[in-house]
């Protein structure tokens, strides 16, 4: 049955505005819950990605709403940073490209032209956030608390915010090494890719730059590892790179033209003088510093101009690529040739070890290359054999007695002291890099710049560290593994940057306006600000009044505070804490821990966050979807398609919230499948009429029963195993119901009743529609109603059995159809089991799971009335039992109640099968089958 969904959508989206159903104001006597969603930044449209975890979020609210509590479900945008800004130049520039995704997500032709503003990008898509994504999902959110982090009101808060963490001592200034756009200024690398629009994996990385002398030059070398100077060999170059001269501090280098443009962001004097041919290079030797040694300059192709300085000093005893290298020339004297190189003075070249490595002899790099057969340095291999190499050595390794002082000294250990001392001597220096390339979102290179006078939140101030693990291990947070994981997460944060110089959307720093707070700074308390919000929103308050006594009174209870703050201070004191943060898992190292440290540090302990729920990502063809990079269907498309509810009901039950899901059109119509399924199946019972039977009893136990699993599951907001019983499991039973002729009105009425709540948190439009349709003249919201009560009478296992006995009598009776070969019977005769075996089976049933000991199942069975006197038979019973325990019914009722089941069963099965069925208790049979019989098992018998 295919029903209009887009109709089906407005109308109840509609009757909930109306409703009002998700404005909530403080009521003391109602229990509260609050919860929000990660709020997106302003780079593009959204996607259908972010509405899985927007739809958990919609989808808790809603249940916890059905529970009677007032619920809190704001929303924001996140503007701070460059995205905007990034976004209105490449419509300044008329970016092809993006104007076309502009148009072709919908965007008016005359609304482009007003989008080379940032201010107007914000507000278009913070229109279009809310009107054509959010609203159009069906979100019963709060909307006048709507707020956006580029708004003054907002500004205010994260001003007084930062107040407080100075008054704290959790503010300070020290010079940084900050990844920065090289036009825009710093720029936040993280898996969030806020800032920028690739790298956002990438890794800071502290190289040490060894000067090697070549008369008055100085070649320069990047390392991570200057503990293993002692067993330099020679030196690497890339014979097809670019390099220069330059002078740094008055000192003449020779480095990569990539490496020349990145050092004046971190040296003082930096001066470029001229190219330099790599191959007048090759065959020099040079002093190397730490070993004082000559050594002389080979060829690399793996030495990347882009990574460090396009030098690299080589100890092949411990660095795998080294010595394939190496291996390489020596193996290969017309390669030698090619460069001018002897290779007899090659081939001399001996490995020094240098690091006893546990589970290594004298030359790891040896080692680990023949084992995993590496014979090139185009093998993939090579990076694990280095990545394995390393850690070991690290984490096991004691330097060599050729290590001068530094002999018998762990790596661990050796490594700084050993850069000191070279840095000391004026032997080396450090530089910072990136794993891999960055660019900002307004398309330039992201390098390491030094800024003297940063300034950070001290996140590792000690005491603000244990009272934030403390308060995470108590938390509600999912998935478990995460709780486990967050105090080691906080343990390990250190001080983070939090302003930034330069061209920025956000908040002001309030001590130096020439700063701007950066974007992960001014979103860790902003679940706070939705309360104020609102009255910002209603014009109840003026930004102006937002001052430092507005906030202390409000947040902290500080003060006297206005007449008019109080009813302010109310909502945030019945609200707050938050209930459930929910974010994408590329906030589970950054965005998470400091939204918890920064509670601790500024609030009272009564008003830390209770919960976090992370949600994983819907990914297409094996990567994330990126909206700033258009490489998703769009969510009115989406909609139109598939319909919002089978959208909803695709994130809720495809897989777990903690693991990545593909985007899958035919699992997303699938869905929509099902539930034009379930509308179909409804109506077809919904004006049945018939008396009660015992599959009535049968219906109304697993309606119960599932709720009761249900309410189980949401404790921990397993939306999956809701999911999974409300969409399948219970369609399934009505199906059965309908199929053996249940058509009893008012159970009926009463299971549908209940199912269709059960549908609202995941599918609230169809939960709708179908309650509209089974009481055309109630005026009722499901979405307002209150959750059903478990009735834990109607739970019945007697039914149940009862009905596991009917389908396995069926089943039965197709498997000796089978075997017969019988196409068309003319008669069924089913036989159940005679009425001693019942308390035999009782007996097995009660002590099977308190024993398997034999000898103590056959004593408490032979107490059962009459069973000595079968003696051998009941001997084989309990032996066959024990050895297959499956055979033992969940429950044991008795003769009369199966037999009772099974008659009431009789007519249904005599349609299912067109003959007549006879039921007879095995006791007035002398038949062979009638004595295979057993409790929960039928015998049959088809003719």
């Known amino acids: 049955m295919a029903l209009e969904w887009a109709k089906i959508q407005e109308k109840w989206q509609k009757q909930w505005a109306k409703a009002g159903l998700g404005k909530a104001t ?20 959204l996607h259908v990605g972010h509405m899985r975890g927007f739809s958990y979020t919609d989808a808790i609210c809603r249940y916890e709403r059905l529970k009677g509590k007032e619920v809190l479900f704001p929303i924001g945008t996140h503007a701070s940073g460059n995205q905007a800004i990034a976004f209105a130049n490449k419509v300044k520039k008329k970016d092809t490209a993006w104007i076309e995704y502009l148009r072709r997500n919908g965007c008016p032709e005359e609304k482009i032209k007003e989008l080379t503003d940032p201010h107007k990008i914000i507000e278009y898509f913070n229109t279009v956030y809310v009107e054509d994504y959010w609203k159009k999902f069906g979100f019963l959110c709060d909307w006048d608390r709507f707020t956006c982090t580029t708004y003054p009101d907002y500004e205010k808060f994260i001003q007084w915010q930062f107040k407080k963490l100075l008054q704290k001592n959790l ?87 990539e490496a020349a443009a990145k050092l004046p962001y971190q040296k003082d004097n930096v001066l470029l003088m001229e190219d330099v041919d790599p ?52 193996l290969h004297p017309e390669e030698c040739r090619k460069y001018g190189l002897d290779p007899e003075e090659i081939r001399s070249i001996q490995l020094v070890p240098i690091i006893i490595t546990k589970g290594y002899g004298k030359f790891p790099a040896a080692e680990i290359v023949e084992k995993m057969n590496i014979t ?28 001068g002082k530094y002999a018998g000294m762990s790596v661990e250990q050796a490594k700084e002291l050993i850069k000191e001392e070279l840095i000391e001597f004026g032997r080396a220096t450090v530089f910072h890099d990136l794993s891999e390339e960055v660019i900002c979102r307004c398309g330039n290179k992201v390098v390491i710049k030094r800024i003297d006078d940063q300034w950070f939140i001290r996140y590792s101030d000690s005491e603000l560290t244990e009272k934030s693990k403390r308060h995470a291990r108590e938390m509600k947070t999912f998935p478990d593994d995460y709780q486990e994981n967050l105090p080691h997460i906080l343990d390990w944060f250190e001080d983070r940057a939090c302003a930034r110089l330069g061209n920025w959307l956000g908040s002001k720093f309030p001590f130096d306006t020439q700063w701007t707070v950066e974007p992960i700074s001014d979103s860790t308390l902003y679940p706070a600000y939705y309360i104020v ?37 109310k909502e945030f004191d019945y609200f707050y804490p938050l209930d459930l943060n929910l974010g994408g898992k590329e906030h589970k190292t950054v965005h998470f821990p400091v939204f918890i440290m920064n509670h601790v540090a500024v609030f009272p302990q009564s008003k830390w966050p209770r919960g976090i729920f992370v949600n994983w990502w819907v990914t297409g063809k094996g990567s994330k979807i990126s909206k700033s990079k258009g490489g998703a269907e769009p969510i009115p498309d989406a909609i139109e398609k598939y319909g919002v509810d089978a959208m909803r009901l695709y994130y809720a039950h495809v897989g777990s919230p903690h693991v990545d899901v593909v985007w899958t059109e035919e699992l997303v119509l699938n869905y929509k499948n099902t539930l034009e399924r379930i509308y179909a199946l409804v109506e077809q019972v919904k004006e049945s009429r018939g008396v009660q039977k015992h599959i009535d009893d049968w219906l109304l136990s697993r309606a119960y029963g599932h709720l009761q699993k249900i309410n189980s599951a949401m404790k921990h907001y397993d939306l999956r195993e809701l999911a999974s019983i409300a969409y399948f499991a219970m369609y399934d039973d009505v199906r059965w119901y309908v199929r053996r002729g249940g ?43 209150l959750w059903p009560e478990v009735e834990s009478e109607r739970i019945s296992l007697t ?35 005679e009425k001693w075996l019942y308390g035999i089976f ?17 004593k408490r069975v032979m107490e059962v009335e009459g069973a000595t006197a079968r003696g051998k038979d009941v001997n084989k019973i309990v032996l066959s039992m024990l050895k297959d325990v499956s055979k033992i019914p969940m429950i044991v009722t008795s003769q009369e109640d199966e037999l009772a089941v099974m008659n009431d069963a009789k007519e249904f099965l005599e349609a299912e099968f067109g003959c007549t069925v006879g039921i007879i208790a095995a006791d007035d049979s002398d038949h062979l089958k009638a004595k295979s019989a057993i409790p929960g098992k039928i015998g049959i018998v088809v003719e």
């Open 171 to 257: 503010l300070i200034q020290k010079p940084y090494f900050a990844t920065a756009c090289v036009v825009d200024g710093p720029v936040a690398v993280d898996p969030s890719e806020t800032d920028i629009s690739k790298g956002g994996n990438a890794e800071k990385q502290e190289f040490t730059l060894l000067k090697f002398k070549l008369g008055n030059m100085y070649l320069i070398a990047a390392t991570l590892r200057p503990e293993t100077i002692y067993g330099q060999t020679n030196l690497w170059i890339n014979p097809s790179a670019k390099y220069v001269h330059l002078q740094v501090d008055g000192e003449d280098w020779i480095a990569s033209d």
């Open 842 to 858: 009782s007996v097995l049933h009660k002590e099977i799971n308190v024993t398997r000991n034999v000898g103590e199942v056959m």
């Open 26 to 45: 403080a009521q003391s006597a109602k229990e509260k819950f609050f919860m929000i969603f990660a709020y997106p930044g302003i780079s593009g449209f």
């Open 279 to 330: 191959m007048t290079l090759i065959g020099k030797t040079v002093l190397a510093p730490g070993v004082e040694q000559e050594i002389p300059v080979l060829p690399a192709t793996f030495c990347d101009p882009a990574v460090g300085t396009g030098i690299v000093t080589s100890v092949p005893a411990d660095a795998p690529k080294d010595y394939v290298a190496l291996r390489h020339l020596q």
């Open 376 to 403: 090139s340095l185009d093998d993939p291999q090579l990076e694990e054999a280095t990545k394995e190499v390393y850690k070991a050595g690290f984490h096991t390794g004691i330097l060599r007695e050729n290590c």
């Open 743 to 785: 058509a009893h009105r008012p159970t009926i009425e009463k299971v549908l009743s209940l199912w269709n709540q059960l549908l609202n948190p995941i599918t609230p439009h169809l939960s709708e529609e179908l309650n509209s349709q089974m009481n055309k003249q109630s005026k009722r919201l499901v979405s307002s109603a």
């Open 533 to 569: 919000s609102k009255f910002i929103q209603t014009k109840k308050i003026k930004t102006q009044e937002l001052t430092e006594a507005f906030f202390d009174y409000v947040f902290l209870g500080l003060g006297e505070g206005k007449e008019h703050w109080s009813e302010i201070k």
């Open 799 to 833: 039914a149940e059995a009862g009905e596991e006995l009917v389908k396995s009598a069926m089943e039965g009776i197709r498997n000796v159809k089978r075997l017969a070969n019988i196409d068309k019977p003319q008669r069924v005769t089913l036989f159940v089991a």
